[in-house]
């Protein structure tokens, strides 16, 4: 009788306990939940720990930091329109092409400058344009009048046909990479464009793609045969701001830094 008592009460005291561990009986489900979110934001922490900022080597090297990962601290709207299409979000800068009432407005950093390095981490949405400019000036209706750009594009999945120098690479309208080097998307890219005098290079995911030569003869006859042949103003500009467009879609950037040359 005692065995059979004593069985009894570990029976119910194995069950009460059970009940109490995440997982089990009706609980099961809000442990799981808790316990996915907490690994999910252990990860995303631990992804974007790296991001964002500059080693001592680059530190001593002149770099410095354009976006800091929290907030639009250095870039403001163009010609100040409101920003209300750009966030930092989760390590990134983000702008949401699809965000109903907010205005089509290209994004640029407060300082100017003149012959760099910038090297910058961006990635796509499905159908989405946008692009980085230099050299940009507010004097006319748009940034991408005033200064050169680096197309960013979904070649694959735009609703329309391309033409040659609308590809993800190019010098806007002007100049055509040699090769396309671009990841799928969804997937981050990486891109340096150095600007020194009026020799200027474009760099994606490691590989040198495109270089050319600002107001050079060929240049011009470029210009001129070419969208911007109404548009004398385009790329005259010796400085200006640096500029991420708004273009439709989502568009994400993070690692943006800069060397002054």
């Known amino acids: 009788m005692q065995k059979k008592t004593l069985f009894i009460a570990l029976l119910l005291t194995g069950g009460a306990l059970a009940s109490c561990q995440p997982g089990s009986g009706s609980a099961s489900g809000n442990g799981d939940d ?99 400019m230099f050299h940009v000036n507010e004097k006319y209706p748009t940034s991408s009048v005033s200064g050169p750009e680096f197309q960013i594009i979904d070649d694959e999945g735009w609703p329309g046909k391309l033409e040659d120098w609308q590809h993800t690479g190019c010098n806007y309208a002007m100049q055509l990479p040699t090769s396309r080097p671009v990841k799928a998307v969804g997937e981050w890219n990486t891109t340096r464009i150095v600007v020194n005098g009026a020799h200027v290079e474009h760099w994606l995911n490691g590989e040198k793609i495109l270089e050319y030569e600002m107001w050079s003869p060929e240049w011009e006859k470029q210009k001129a045969s070419g969208k911007w042949k109404d548009h004398p103003e385009y790329g005259m500009s010796k400085s200006g701001h640096i500029a991420l467009q708004y273009h439709g879609g989502d568009v994400w950037f993070r690692d943006i830094k800069l060397k002054k040359l």
């Not at 001593?60 to 209300?84: E, H, I, M, P, V």
Request: proline share 2%; glycine share 10%.
């Open 34 to 132: 808790t316990t996915a979110q907490a690994a999910g934001d252990a990860s995303a922490a631990s992804a974007a720990a790296g991001q964002n900022q500059l080693s001592d080597q680059e530190k001593s090297d002149g770099w410095q930091l354009l976006f800091n990962g929290q907030n639009l601290d250095g870039w403001r709207g163009y010609k100040n329109g409101a920003t209300t299409a750009w966030e930092a979000m989760n390590g990134t800068l983000h702008c949401d092409g699809h965000k109903k009432d907010a205005p089509a407005v290209d994004l640029i950093t407060n300082d100017e400058y003149q012959s760099f390095e910038l090297s910058l981490a961006w990635k796509i949405s499905p159908a989405s344009n946008s692009g980085i």
